[in-house]
């Protein structure tokens, strides 16, 4: 491998949202259904491409999941949802950085980019950071595969991609890249050594 393309969210980053989400549900959602509205909400998808303001995606969102919330409250909830990174995941970055070119690939939105970036300075551990708000594209499709390996400049053989999602991981093989359904640093940890001493 050439590179290591990791996720961030469930991967290195502890985000909140899946339970927090479910939990505001009072039951109607389990914690896959609130998995998949993360992947396949309108509002969440607009607002991960820049296409939504944070109050109007709230409002969305809101309606969306059926919660009698303020769009106010509902951002209220959400600001607090991405906690920074998880233990072991700068040490782990900081391991693998002589070895092998390290980037990130994230379906993210402008809040808590900025907290990840600016507050975290998780971007400096990077040398290169795809951001779906960004680039105006999100994981799962196609586009934004092609777009990070065309930029990396490398063959997507040579990039291994780790994703806590099955439809990113299914939607990274199908580019060509190896990829890896990893959740949290430990599995992270292990699936970067295999491929690092693979022949």
């Known amino acids: 491998m050439k590179v290591i393309l990791f996720d961030l969210g469930g991967v290195l980053v502890h985000f909140d949202g899946v339970a927090a989400?479910?939990?505001l549900s009072e039951g109607r959602l389990t914690s896959e259904a609130s998995r998949r509205f993360w992947m396949t909400s309108p509002a969440v998808g607009a607002f991960e491409i820049g296409s939504l303001a944070p109050l109007e995606?709230?409002?969305r969102a809101s309606l969306e999941l059926g919660l009698a919330l303020s769009p106010a409250a509902f951002l209220g909830h959400f600001e607090t949802w991405d906690r920074g990174p998880m233990p072991g995941a700068l040490e782990l970055l900081d391991e693998l950085r002589p070895r092998v070119r390290l980037a990130c690939l994230t379906n993210n939105n402008e809040i808590h980019w900025r907290q990840l970036r600016?507050?975290?300075r998780l971007s400096r551990h990077f040398e290169r950071c795809y951001v779906s708000y960004e680039l105006?594209?999100?994981?799962?499709?196609?586009?934004?595969f092609e777009h990070v390996v065309a930029d990396l400049a490398v063959a997507p053989s040579e990039i291994l991609f780790l994703d806590d999602n099955p439809e990113c991981v299914a939607a990274g093989e199908r580019a060509g890249l190896v990829c890896r359904l990893v959740r949290g640093v430990d599995e992270s940890r292990r699936a970067c050594?295999?491929?690092l001493v693979s022949p």
């Open 193 to 195: 050594l295999e491929a």
């Open 136 to 144: 105006r594209q999100r994981k799962p499709d196609a586009a934004i």
């Open 57 to 59: 995606f709230a409002r």
């Open 118 to 120: 600016d507050e975290f």
């Open 21 to 23: 989400v479910a939990a």
